[in-house]
């Protein structure tokens, strides 16, 4: 054999051995921090491993989300995997930014776990692009020493309208009987169409009502909504266990209320428990379901999908990594110490959650939990906000208001 031969074969060798031992790195992008615990994981049971798979995060601002991802696709530089507000997820599937992951996801231990309704954002056509990954669920809270106060049983929450304006007409008081309002029973969740959506919409599917059917086409205009949105409307005007300031009132002003004792019943979520043990810790709360009347219980389910780009080069590290972000390890470890949901309701019974029982409860809504289905999702926040707030300020009848709605948001979705 020559000398030449023998070097050529010695350089194909090395380059060959070189590939073989090159280093894998996939790039994910979320805005949600814990993430990072969850990567740190996945790394050092990669090494431990002796596989050569690497995750690198960048952390994304919520504002900055959808506009760099389109940036990144359209530079051919999208990152391998993205955990995106779930809400965005059926545009970017409709442009083929995310992989069909349909028949490895069906084959996961814990599939049948994850909450349909906020499954189904990440699909088309029976198609799996993305899994329900970050989770946030609207609920309404109550405070039991208010109800105790007012001859209530501090267990039993109102199930059903005719109970919210029952159990809310006896929790908004005037105790020192100057004609002014000092404890309100109930409060709207203002500031936005983002507001409505998250916490109105669950009296609308608690009414039968729909957004948007099946196919996608606008269900809005039925009388399951128009009933609703009066509901709401006389909450305030009619029952008035709700003050009128409450229409435009943010989170912020509704949370405040109730941790001073000034509000009885309180629209929130998951996201509010940590900050109610830190600024009441001396306060008896509950988290139930929102309220329904003729439908089944329901909660918007919002947060983020993980899915794998349609750019990414490294799918089945990429899956690779996807399952463990979904283990028990990776969830109950980087999610449950901070009191942010899991994605599994088996999961719930951790470590974590076992002293905060508030956090149980947080399953049974998983299980309810839906989102509106759109490729223009926030195209159609303008007419909800004007329609749904005009309506709640008493300044149009909730028939026009949900006629007019349906039709800008026909007109939105046929652009």
């Known amino acids: 054999m020559s000398r030449r031969l023998l070097v050529l074969i010695l350089v194909v060798t090395l380059a060959f051995s070189g590939i073989l031992m090159a280093k894998t790195t996939l790039v994910l992008w979320d805005q949600l921090a814990a993430t990072e615990d969850i990567v740190k994981m996945f790394n050092e049971k ?3 491993e002796g596989k050569d798979i690497e995750v690198k995060l960048e952390l994304i601002p919520y504002d900055q989300m959808v506009p760099k991802f389109m940036a990144a696709l ?10 995106m507000d779930l809400v965005q997820f059926p545009f970017f599937i409709s442009i083929g ?7 490895w996801a069906k084959e996961l231990p814990f599939f049948d776990e994850l909450t349909k309704g906020m499954l189904e954002i990440g699909m088309k056509d029976d198609r799996i692009y993305g899994l329900p990954y970050q989770i946030d669920l609207s609920t309404m809270l109550w ?6 106060e007012a001859g209530l049983d501090p267990e039993q929450p109102p199930q059903t309208w005719y109970e919210l304006v029952e159990m809310g007409q006896k929790l908004t008081v005037d105790k020192d009987g100057d004609g002014i309002i000092d404890q309100w029973g109930f409060n709207l969740s203002g500031g936005g169409a983002g507001a409505y959506m998250f916490w109105f919409m669950p009296f609308v599917w608690g009414n039968g009502g729909r957004m948007f059917d099946d196919e996608g086409n606008v269900a809005l205009d039925s009388y399951e909504t128009v009933q609703a949105l009066q509901f709401w409307a006389d909450l305030v005007h009619k029952h008035k266990i709700a003050p009128v300031s409450s229409v ?8 405040n209320a109730f941790v001073s004792g000034k ?3 309180f629209l929130g979520g998951n996201f509010n428990i940590t900050s109610l043990l830190q600024d009441a810790p001396d306060m008896e709360f509950g988290v139930a379901m929102i309220p329904k009347n003729r439908g089944e219980f329901a909660s918007f389910g919002g947060g983020s999908l993980l899915g794998i780009t349609s750019q990414s080069k490294n799918v089945e590290a990429a899956k690779e990594f996807m399952e463990f972000a979904f283990s028990e390890e990776a969830q109950v ?3 449950a110490p901070s009191l942010q949901l899991v994605a599994r309701p088996s999961l719930y019974d951790n470590e974590y959650y076992k002293d905060v029982p508030q956090m149980l409860r947080f399953a049974d809504v998983l299980g309810i939990a839906q989102t509106p289905y759109s490729v223009k999702y926030n195209e159609i926040y303008d007419p909800v906000g004007y329609y749904f707030e005009s309506v709640f300020l008493g300044k149009m009848d909730a028939e026009t208001a949900v006629r007019e709605c349906a039709k800008e948001i026909e007109k939105i979705l046929a652009e």
């Open 263 to 265: 509000l009885a019943m």
């Open 333 to 335: 470890g980087a999610f």
């Open 97 to 103: 930014a995310f992989t069909d992951i349909t028949e």
């Open 143 to 148: 405070n039991k020493d208010l109800f105790e």
């Open 248 to 255: 435009q009132y943010g989170s912020g002003d509704r949370y």
């Open 74 to 83: 359209s530079a051919g530089i999208a990152p391998d995997l993205y955990g």
């Open 46 to 48: 990669m090494k431990a």
